[in-house]
């Protein structure tokens, strides 16, 4: 009665308004590779690159902050490997490369933007029967990978699978400075005849996961390990999932997996509405001992060749997942940047300030220490801003930097409206003022998300008219002369 009363509260509330936009909130998307679905849709490496940056620039103007960039499709990849081969999406021919490292690329990209990026990892599934991939998986495994339905599976009841894919994690992560591993289908196939009980299932899917997260912490303990499970994670008091759930229909004990620390990051796959999507989130919610879950919203189901769902549809559960505190992911890209309906055009008024990935769950370390000095410099056009290294307490091998901006000394940097750059590498910054006088703050994060208190500039610089609105400053250009980024507004 409680999960009701609390979901026909949340509907009052986002009949009159959307949910206030919050400094830390995981914003998200699947972008898929797999036949070039959401890219590329080139099989030249410039037109390729031009393509994502186009993707990753019009995702950054709706303020999205994560990207999980398919990395290992079907037992093929889309960055060197000397065990599974390049995928065809990039070339039209599996195994033949494309001139450059997809995955090193797409990292640069999205840290340039301040954006996550996290390597998307199909992990059970390794194709169709007679695909290349699944081919050369079962040369090199012949009792591994087993035949259900038309596809090739690794086989989850067999302790070499866990260890193939954590090794496989662990060498993404040791060579990439890459902000998460994500792990896709790691579970048992909808189609497998389970032979041992449920429980044992539950382990054994467990039992991968547990390696997994070993071979990626052990290298890189602020690498964020993450999954998409099923929407559903079980039935729950008055409520069905229908047959089709995380725990008891593929042994997927996601829950499990956040309460003993396996997972920083959950990332439901809820592509349902109504009362097959309200209730269901607010049991995530209930039972993310305090990690983070982003739910996945099916974006998709808004063409007129999927469901057609309405508009509505996506941006209630999107309020409603804000109310609950909980992150907002957008399966698949381009239906996001396509605008279907118009969910890109409320995408971008809903994210209306930045925000920050919240920081994951850590013990017994302290954030960095602050910046000792901010320094304004003015010209004509810009103001200059540098400050001092930070000290980091962690074992991260970076820190990243954050500017806000504000009229009103001191800058209030709980204020998401004030933030103007995220996750800069440099310890310096570049912004036109046209006329306008601002004052400055500048922290410094960890490679956990942890914040170190705010260092205020001493003296205030002329920028933009009194009328314009911050938030435009985020949108990043490069500026060749000064071969650092500044931040131009936008209409």
Known sequence: MKTIIRIFIFFLLIQTASAESPKHEIRAVWLTTIQGLDWPHS?????????????????????????LFQTRVRATTVFPHESEPWDACLTGQTGKSPGYDVLQFCIDECHKRGMECHAWIVTIPVGKWNTDGCKLMRQRFPKLIVKSGEEGYMNPEMPQTGDYIARFCREVTR????????LDYIRYPETWKLKVS??????????????????????????????????????I???????????????????????????DILF??????????????????????GRQVAGGLAVYMLHPQERNWSLDVITREMNVLRTLNMGITFF????????????YDFTKDFNRAPALVPPMLQTGQQPPTRVTAVDVRRNKSSDILSWRQARDNSDGDYLAYQVYASETW?????????????????????????GRQLYYAVTATDRY???????????????????????SLIMGNWNKNANRQIFERKR
């Open 410 to 434: 001191p800058v209030d940097t709980s204020n998401p409206n004030n933030i103007i750059a995220t996750r800069l590498r440099t310890t310096s910054l570049t912004v036109p003022h046209r």
């Open 237 to 263: 008091s008055r409520f069905h999932s229908g047959g089709w759930n995380a725990n008891t229909a593929v042994c997927q004990d996601a829950q499990g997996w956040l309460h003993d620390g396996l997972m």
């Open 449 to 471: 998300g942890r914040e170190s208190a705010p260092t205020m500039s001493d003296s205030k610089a002329r920028t933009l008219r009194r009328e314009v609105d911050f938030r």
């Open 175 to 182: 060579r990439y400075d890459i902000d998460g591993i994500h």
């Open 268 to 289: 439901p796959m809820m592509y349902f509405q109504g009362n097959n999507f309200y209730p269901f989130a607010v049991d995530w919610k209930e039972h993310c001992y």
């Open 43 to 67: 099989h030249t490496a410039s037109r390729q690159k031009q393509e994502l940056i186009s993707i990753l620039d019009k995702l950054q103007r709706a303020n999205i902050n994560t990207i």
């Open 332 to 343: 698949r890209s381009k239906f996001l940047t396509d605008n279907v309906k118009g969910i």
């Open 198 to 235: 449920r429980e044992q299932g539950r382990r054994n899917i467990t039992d991968i996961v547990r390696k997994i997260h070993h071979a990626v912490k052990s290298e890189k303990p602020w690498v964020k390990l993450s999954c998409s499970p099923i929407g559903k994670y079980d039935d």
